[in-house]
């Protein structure tokens, strides 16, 4: 048996413990401290991302978000609040666009750089610009509001000194068609005329859109058929407005000529005149509409009534006849149908200068319109009001208003009697409608019949636009020239109509400043052959856009509505008019 024997000193002896002790231990533990802390952040964001997991994975929907939940207002805000039509129609906005300036001292060859921005402004002054672009100045403008294409030309130049600087530029859409409604804004977005102008304030709040009462469309077709009209007989000018008569909203209002207001530099003082809100005007015999209402109001004739109309008036130096002189007794009906003045005048006389004064102070004829625009016009009325102004005023002369004054007060003839300030800002429909009465309910059913026996029998008959039951008054003014002495060649022929004059809802009147006859008007240039035909067309065509559909004027209930019982002279037989 072998035995094995074993040397102790072969038994590997434990290796000894190592104490760290002092700054070497400190140390130590400040790392594990770390350590753990590190470890605690990695893992709390570890277990954030995995609950976050959690919820998309499980709780949420998969679907795209519900624009619907979405909070907040999508109104984009530009700075200078939009001006939309009533149906919500862009009129003015603001864009964020490039202007061009320099900094001179960095410009190290001014004439060669002027020569180099001309090739692509060449709309710049050249020797304005060398001026700027050599003066010792740190900055000038060079260009405002320049296009996307014209600022990319630029920067192709490399030119060293020239920059940019962001600017809002007002855009206006519709151009020259609703240029006298809506205005115009200037550089520093400050409004300069029309709405912008008198809402200036409300506009730079940059809050929701300012909606007018305006329709873009009907304005379409009121410029295009005033235009017309102007071609057709040469006129300087021309205005029209369609007013509701219940609400008094201005649906459309046109000045011509008128202006592009995008085209600052071409904007001429005498399209900038507003004939329909600032222009005060002497307007003729569509005033009768007026006179006959006063007299029938205050009672001192009837529709039964009548006036010897046989001869002129003559008053001082003044002589006072009929265009359309019939020369005999004529009825009430027949004064407003044959437009007589001589009939006219008598009426007023009856009712007297201080109680005319009083009725036109009602109807606002004695201050500007309540319009919200800067231009508007102050009516010229005589003072003192002397009977001969009794007299001229019957038919439309000797006082002026505003194309805006008398659509407005055509409107509170015809809708039963009552006077609401014509506006430009659209009404809620929830809105109370405050008026002043200003003739009886019953006077005003007479007014509405008589502007239709002017349609069917008088001198308003190239108004008639079939199945609109159109009435109205014609309106020829003689224009006063320098030194207040009348030119019989220069005529302000007008046109007011309403429509459906059964359920009057619109007011259209139309005014050419000036014309001159033609061959289709057998050289005539009265409102009856000029203004006349612009509402029959306004109102076809406007009519379907506004919801007013086409009736039977024969039908029985329409016939009875508008009869007008004609009285003749003593021993004559009386006849009805439809």
Do not use: C
């Not at 859409?173 to 400050?190: C, E, K, M, S, Y």
């Not at 439309?396 to 800002?425: D, Q, W």
């Not at 159109?470 to 429509?499: D, H, M």
């Amino acid at each position: 048996m072998t035995h094995t024997r074993i040397d102790m000193d072969d038994i590997p002896k434990p290796e000894k413990t190592v104490r760290i002790e002092g700054s070497g231990k400190q140390a130590l533990e400040q790392g594990r401290t770390r350590l753990l802390i590190a470890g605690s952040v990695f893992a709390l964001a570890f277990s954030v991302i995995a609950a976050r997991v959690v919820d998309v994975s499980v709780f949420d929907r998969g679907a795209e978000p519900n624009l619907a939940q979405e909070s907040g207002s999508l109104t984009h805000k530009t700075g200078r609040a939009d001006i939309v039509d009533r149906n919500g129609m862009l009129l003015a906005t603001t864009l964020s666009v490039p202007s061009l300036y320099a900094d001179p001292k960095f410009i190290m060859d001014p004439a060669s750089a002027a020569e180099k921005i001309r090739t692509v402004l060449p709309d710049l002054d050249q020797t304005e610009l060398l001026s700027k672009l050599a003066s010792d100045k740190r900055f000038v403008w060079l260009k405002r509001n320049l296009t996307p294409r014209q600022q990319y030309d630029v920067n192709k130049l490399g030119v060293p000194g020239l920059y940019f600087q962001r600017e809002s530029k007002r855009i206006y859409p519709q151009g020259r068609l609703t240029a006298h409604i809506v205005g115009r804004a200037g550089f520093d977005d400050v409004g300069l005329s029309g709405i912008e102008r008198s809402h200036d304030t409300l506009l730079r709040d940059g809050s929701e859109p300012l909606r007018l009462s305006v329709d873009l469309r009907v304005q379409h077709i009121l410029r295009e058929e005033l235009q017309t009209q102007i071609d057709a007989f040469d006129g300087i000018g021309a205005a029209g407005i369609v007013l509701d008569t219940d609400t008094s909203e201005i649906v459309a209002m046109v000045s011509l000529p008128d202006f592009d207001p995008n085209r600052r530099d071409k904007i001429s003082d005498n399209a900038i005149f507003n004939r329909a809100s600032l222009g005060v005007y002497e307007m003729g015999s569509t005033f009768k509409i007026f006179n006959t209402a006063m007299a029938l109001d205050y009672g001192t004739t009837s529709l039964s009534g009548g006036y010897d109309a046989s001869k002129p008036i003559r008053i001082a130096r003044f002589t006072i006849s009929d265009y359309h002189a019939k020369n005999r007794w004529l009825s009430v009906p027949e004064i407003f149908m044959y437009s007589s003045n001589v009939g006219s005048v008598k009426m007023a006389m009856d009712v007297g200068g201080e109680r005319q004064r009083a009725f036109m102070e009602k109807l606002g004829f004695m201050k500007a319109s309540a319009i919200e625009l800067p231009e508007r016009g102050h009516p010229m009325a005589p003072n003192p009001w002397r009977p001969i102004n009794t007299m001229t005023i019957s038919f439309g002369h000797g006082i002026a208003v505003s194309p805006v004054h008398l659509a407005n007060g055509v409107a509170a003839m015809v809708n039963g009697g009552i006077h609401r300030p014509a506006t430009l800002l659209r009404r809620e429909s929830d809105e109370l409608l405050v008026g002043e009465r200003i003739i009886k309910e019953k006077t005003s059913h007479a007014v509405r019949r008589l502007l239709r026996l002017v349609v069917e029998n008088g001198t308003g008959r190239n108004a008639a636009a079939e199945g609109y039951l159109v009435g109205g008054k014609t309106g020829t003014a003689e224009k006063p020239g320098q030194g207040g002495a009348y030119r019989r060649k220069a005529l302000l022929s007008s046109f007011v109509g309403v429509f459906p004059v059964n359920q009057p809802r619109y007011v259209v009147l139309a005014m050419v400043d000036e014309p001159k006859g033609n061959k289709s008007s057998f050289g005539y240039a009265t409102g009856g052959w000029v203004a006349a035909p612009a509402v029959k067309r306004i109102v076809e065509r406007a009519a379907p856009l506004l919801n007013v559909a086409p009736v039977d004027e024969d039908a029985p209930e329409i016939r009875r509505a508008l009869m007008v019982k004609i009285p003749q002279a003593k021993g004559k037989k009386a006849l009805a008019s439809f």
